[in-house]
């Protein structure tokens, strides 16, 4: 067999080397295919194929992730672009408390950066590691383009969100990087499943307001859950959504008393009956996500998320959260039982 093979990118025939990785082909032919991590961890550089490509275990339908997948012969991938990944210095305008546990953190940015709703970017502030967190809208749908709202949850060993409040406080600069991702708004006509646990209800905010306001005519259902109670914050903006006709919003709890506007149990439990004509975005824990996309993937509905690794897990966590993965069968992408006991829920916020 030749060492190369010709590759076609959205179009355009470039030379590349078989064995190499798709995603190294295309950036070897200047080509700027979106990705992050280049793990495997992400999906930012999962794209549609066809021909000659080991998907390395990756596959999900006509998709393989092009970090991971190589070349084994004539191939011809397709992706949607997305913006251009930049950087820009931000200040901290304001942080207030949405829940016990959870700030809203507000950055002004020293000029527009460009994102789609339901991309992440990735933010760093001096002496701390990088961490990626979903820019949102204000509850009350506020936008404006030098403005970028973060819901933060705070975690006691989290080295970045610890400093919420702290290191980190009104007036202090940060450095914005982005946007990755895959998980973002698509043009369509059919139906809007929007499904969140906790800060996943960042990217799915952005999500709601950009398909109200422009795709006015599409049926949108909105799910948010949180185990405790006191974590379903999204009030205001459900009401914001009720206000301009979205009729199927519903509030999950499953370790709390259910008062009267919640329903208990977990959001998966409140979604509507699915079928090949609905989109599905999901946003939260790695259990959740992982549970929507296989009753996504059942019903024939596509459905789109942005896993991650969570960073900075204590030892102690990390072992049970290694137990529970194997009990559950979450693994990695091949499917084998076990084989990784890093969770990868959505990218809504990293500790």
Known sequence: MSSKCQL???????????????????????????????????????????????????????????????????????????????????????????????????????????????????????????????????????????????????????????????????????????????????????????????????PIWSIAVAARLGQPDRPITVIAGARDPADLYMRQAFAWLSARGVRYLTLTTSGGPAFADMRAGRPTDALPALGPDHTVYAAGAPAMVAAVKRIAQDAGAVCYADPFVMNETPASLTQKLGRFFQMTNWGSRSGEPGAAATPRPLRSGTI
């Open 8 to 202: 076609t990118i959205n179009g355009k025939s470039v030379s590349a080397l078989v064995g190499a990785t798709v995603l190294d082909a295309a950036l070897a032919a200047r080509i700027a295919m979106p990705h992050d991590c280049c793990t495997g961890q992400c999906d930012s550089c999962r794209v549609t194929v066809e021909g000659g490509v080991d998907d390395h275990g990756t596959r999900e339908g006509a998709t393989v992730l092009g970090c991971q997948a190589t070349l084994t012969g004539h191939a011809s991938i397709t992706f949607e672009e997305a913006p251009a990944v930049g950087a820009r210095m931000a200040s901290v305008s304001s942080i207030r408390p949405l829940s016990p546990d959870i700030d809203e953190v507000t950055l002004e940015l020293n000029s527009p950066l460009r994102y789609l709703p339901g991309q992440y970017v990735k933010l760093s502030f001096k002496g701390l590691p990088e961490r990626d967190y979903s820019p949102t809208l204000g509850l009350g749908g506020e936008a404006d383009v030098n403005r970028l709202y973060f819901h933060v949850r705070r975690y006691p060993m989290g080295r970045f969100s610890s400093a919420i409040g702290q290191a980190i406080k009104v007036g202090s600069r940060l450095k914005v990087r982005g946007p990755y991702g895959h998980a973002w708004l698509r043009q369509g006509t059919g139906p809007l499943v929007l499904v969140a646990s906790g800060t996943g209800f960042a």
